[in-house]
Nanobody, 115 residues
Framework: QVQLVESGGGLVQPGGSLRLSCTAS????????MGWYRQAPGKQRDMVAA???????EYADSVKGRFTISRDNAKNTVYLQMNSLKPEDTAVYYC?????????WGQGTQVTVSS
């Protein structure tokens, strides 16, 4: 199993930045892929950014050029740097890990972009 703990959400003005962190309970070398999803009220949960163990990275079109996913292997942590935030980025952001073909989710962290 994998436990995921997220942090870093909050309230930010349009154009601002936030960095989300997700720390896994096991070495991320053993995890097939990790990534970030988000879910706005009344909408489905969508992929934002994902990184495979082979460093293949994928972004949703809506965040390309603004968001960056990265990882620190020594800290078993994956980050999502979010720049140039827009009101439509407002959502609960969830960390996701795929380990031995099973998905695991963090508890979610709220990101609100508003003036």
């Amino acid at each position: 199993q994998v436990q995921l703990v997220e942090s870093g959400g909050g309230l930010v003005q349009p154009g601002g930045s936030l960095r989300l962190s997700c720390t896994a309970s096991r070495t991320i070398f053993s995890i097939n892929s990790m990534g970030w999803y988000r879910q706005a009220p009344g909408k489905q949960r969508d992929m934002v950014a994902a990184m495979s163990s082979g460093d293949i990275i994928e972004y949703a079109d809506s965040v390309k050029g603004r968001f960056t996913i990265s990882r620190d292997n020594a800290k078993n942590t994956v980050y999502l740097q979010m720049n140039s935030l827009k009101p439509e980025d407002t959502a609960v952001y969830y960390c996701n890990a795929r380990y031995r073909s099973l998905p695991y989710w963090g508890q979610g962290t709220q990101v609100t972009v508003s003036s």
